[in-house]
């Protein structure tokens, strides 16, 4: 049985790997951006990766490359010559604030940093992450990297309570209840972001959106394991939620581990 502590090491290292399996860290960004996740029996520490690796990329990270850190961003576990990565203060200042939150992603997605520089407010394109773009998302207005308390501070203060925080000309910030979630935040607001790149391009920037009385009327149908063909089936419970895409990308990145 592994211990707590390098499951969620190496559930971290799997999400960086994610991260990049899935375009948001890969290419010139390849080195850039971090998932963390606090260790669920000592909520004031988060395993992260950090700097200092030979080959410093996420999709090489292996659960021993994570580091730990508490929530004033200073490392309490790591192999030696480790750092935590430079933007530690906007995790550790997440978690400080939103005790809900138990993961959070960071990565620099293409998309997502043009839309924030054209100061375009992502609205819902598709039906992946429409919740994440439903109202419009705050925007910390600095593209200045995140390297102290005070700047972690005012990112987590942006925030507030949203899923998802845009860092102006730089990137993005998603949290979760879990990795999962948080990952899955970030996929699906690059992919909103990239639908209303095209939207743009295709019909400039006062470019129709998912009405939201449509949305509303998808909130109000009928649940799905209450439906009377599936309802048996499902034993009147609501169906877990569907994590195939982050799980079908975990495997993938996982095998060499
Ligand atoms: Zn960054």
């Known amino acids: 049985m592994p211990s707590e502590l390098d499951d969620v090491k190496y559930q ?9 399996e899935t375009g948001l860290a890969t290419g010139v960004t390849a080195s850039f951006g971090h998932a963390s996740m606090r260790l669920p029996s000592d909520p004031g520490r988060f395993a992260i990766k950090g700097r200092g690796y030979e ?9 021993q490359d994570m580091v730990v850190c508490d929530l004033d961003g200073r490392k309490v576990d790591g192999a030696p010559g480790l750092t935590p990565c430079y933007e530690i203060k906007m995790h550790s200042c997440i978690y400080k604030v939103r005790p809900d ?10 998309f997502t940093v043009v839309m924030s520089v054209l100061q375009e407010t992502l609205v819902p394109m598709c039906p992946e992450g429409i919740d994440l773009v439903r109202h419009p998302l705050p925007v910390y207005p600095h593209n200045k990297l995140i390297l ?18 845009l860092l102006l000309g730089h990137g993005a910030a998603t949290t979760g209840a879990d990795l999962t979630e948080a990952v899955m935040n970030m996929y699906h607001l690059e992919e909103q972001a990239r639908m209303n790149w095209y ?26 394991h209450e439906l009377p063909h599936l309802k048996e089936l499902f034993g009147g419970v609501p169906p877990p939620p ?16």
Do not use: W
Not at 15 to 20: E, F, G, P
Not at 55 to 63: G, H, I, N, Q, Y
């Open 12 to 20: 971290v290292a799997v999400a960086n790997r994610v991260l990049a």
């Open 55 to 63: 080959l410093d990329v996420l999709e090489r990270m292996r659960p």
């Open 101 to 110: 939150v138990q993961a959070v992603v960071h990565v620099h997605p293409r």
């Open 148 to 165: 102290t308390e005070e700047d972690g501070m005012e990112v987590a203060t942006e925030l507030g309570g949203h899923k998802a925080v």
């Open 199 to 224: 939207a743009c391009c295709a019909a400039g920037p006062q470019h129709r959106r998912i009405p939201e009385e449509l949305i509303a009327e998808s909130d109000n149908r009928t649940a799905i």
């Open 242 to 257: 569907n994590n195939g895409v982050y799980l079908h990308y975990a495997d993938l990145v996982s095998r060499d581990l």
